[in-house]
Structure formats: structure tokens, C-alpha cells
């Protein structure tokens, strides 16, 4: 008998990565925004041939989708809004949006860089093996190159944004979850957030969806 088309798409979606790389959550949390069904496939070696065969460049995550596999996280959130857009949330404005272009770019090239080095110094890097405390000159710096970009943030919200393509949540706020909420976990870094009301006010409402409190719930989270 043939396999019925729903269980087929099922089963022909499979998100490569690890729970806790926040890359892979960023495609989690899409896919449950979008009502999607996949599988998680877990990388312990992205060196490993069978991997490379998927991503030649040996990173984490990676999207098959039937006979397509793509790699890039954000290549791959772009992928998934498009083509299922009829599905759970539209996260494409109907016309071209100036804003979700421009904050998809900040996100990749400010927002990320600064917040990832940030966290590395704080979360990382003292947990590497004969790792030392956090340099407070250097959580210092980084901190500060973080607060100037939320600061943009900031401003860009309380200027009759409710998010940052407008009205609409779309793929702008939903490429941002992930590493947001490892900064909601990193004392320092939340610290950061808080003291800007519009950025604390918009983190609080799109981390209320229910679709991230699934993605949340599936974490197998160390402890704060």
C-alpha cells in the first residue's frame, strides 16, 4: 500500500544538528511556527563522511527536504518560509518589505557577531577544558559592542514598530529567537536586553508564542 502523503512528507524532512546549536533552534523554532513535522536528526561528528556527503562544510544544521538539502541556516529559513508559506504563519510580507530585508541583513551581520562573541566569553569558553573565568576587560568590550547594536534595536521599535517589519511578525523576529534566548540565560547578556524597554517588551512578546514555547520545551537545557 502506498505510504499516504502526509506521513511521506513526514517523514522526508529532516533537520541535521543538535539540540542546543542555536542555528539549529533558529530552523526548530521555524518549522514550528509553520506547523511543520520533522525529524532531528543528531550530528556528533560534522567531520564524519556520511555528514560531509550532506554539507561539505562540515557544519551544523543542515535541511533535507525531500530530494533537496540545503545548508546555511539562514539560506535554509528562507527556503522554508517561501515554500511552505500556505502553512501555519505567513512570515513573508504580501509586497516587498524594505524592513524585513534590512533586519534580516542586521541580524546576520551585526546582531549575531556581536551577541555570539559575547556569549562564547561568558557561557563557552569557561567551560572548555582548562578554561578560565571570563576576562572582565573583555566581557567588557564585547558588552559594549552588543549594547550599541540593541540600542539600534531599540530605537527602530519604539518608532511604531511593534516588530521589526512592522506590524507583522515575520521571519526578521523568528531568525532572532535562538540567540535571544541564550542571552535571556546569560545573566550579563540579559541584563543587556532589560535595559531597553522596547527590545525587552518585543523579546517578551514573540518568545510568548506558542510555537517557541515548543521549540523551548523540546531543549535539553544545562542550567542557567
Known amino acids: 500500500m502506498a505510504e499516504p502523503a502526509a506521513a511521506a512528507a513526514v517523514s522526508t524532512r529532516k533537520l541535521?544538528?543538535?539540540?542546543?546549536?542555536?542555528?539549529?533552534?533558529r530552523i526548530a523554532a521555524?518549522?514550528?511556527?509553520?506547523?511543520?513535522d520533522y525529524e532531528l536528526v543528531v550530528v556528533d561528528d560534522t567531520k564524519a563522511p556520511d555528514f560531509l556527503a550532506i554539507n561539505p562544510l562540515g557544519q551544523?544544521?543542515?535541511?533535507q527536504d525531500g530530494?533537496?538539502?540545503l545548508f546555511e541556516s539562514r539560506a535554509i529559513s528562507r527556503y522554508i518560509a517561501a515554500k511552505y508559506r500556505s502553512s501555519g504563519t505567513d512570515l513573508l510580507p504580501a509586497t516587498p518589505s524594505a524592513k524585513l530585508e534590512v533586519w534580516l541583513e542586521v541580524e546576520s551581520h551585526h546582531f549575531y557577531p556581536a551577541v555570539a562573541d559575547l556569549v562564547y566569553e561568558l557561557r563557552v569558553r569557561p567551560r572548555l577544558p582548562g578554561g578560565a573565568p571570563p576576562d572582565p576587560a573583555v566581557v567588557d568590550g564585547l558588552a559594549r559592542k552588543v549594547a550599541d547594536v540593541l540600542d539600534v534595536y531599540d530605537a527602530h521599535l519604539a518608532a511604531g514598530n511593534?516588530?521589526?517589519a512592522g506590524?507583522?511578525?515575520?521571519?526578521?523576529?523568528?531568525?532572532?529567537?535562538?540567540?535571544?534566548f541564550v542571552m535571556s540565560r546569560t545573566p550579563r547578556a540579559a541584563e543587556l536586553v532589560a535595559a531597553r524597554p522596547h527590545v525587552q517588551a518585543w523579546w517578551d512578546d514573540i518568545s510568548a508564542r506558542p510555537a517557541w514555547k515548543k521549540t523551548v520545551a523540546a531543549l535539553p537545557l544545562p542550567p542557567a
Not at 521555524?30 to 506547523?35: P, Y
Not at 506590524?167 to 540567540?179: G, I, P, R, S
Request: charged content about 15%.
Open 16 to 25: 541535521y544538528g543538535y539540540a542546543l546549536s542555536s542555528n539549529s533552534v
Open 30 to 36: 521555524l518549522l514550528n511556527e509553520k506547523g511543520l
Open 60 to 63: 551544523v544544521p543542515a535541511f
Open 67 to 69: 530530494d533537496d538539502i
Open 162 to 164: 511593534r516588530y521589526l
Open 167 to 180: 506590524d507583522a511578525f515575520t521571519l526578521a523576529d523568528v531568525n532572532h529567537m535562538a540567540q535571544l
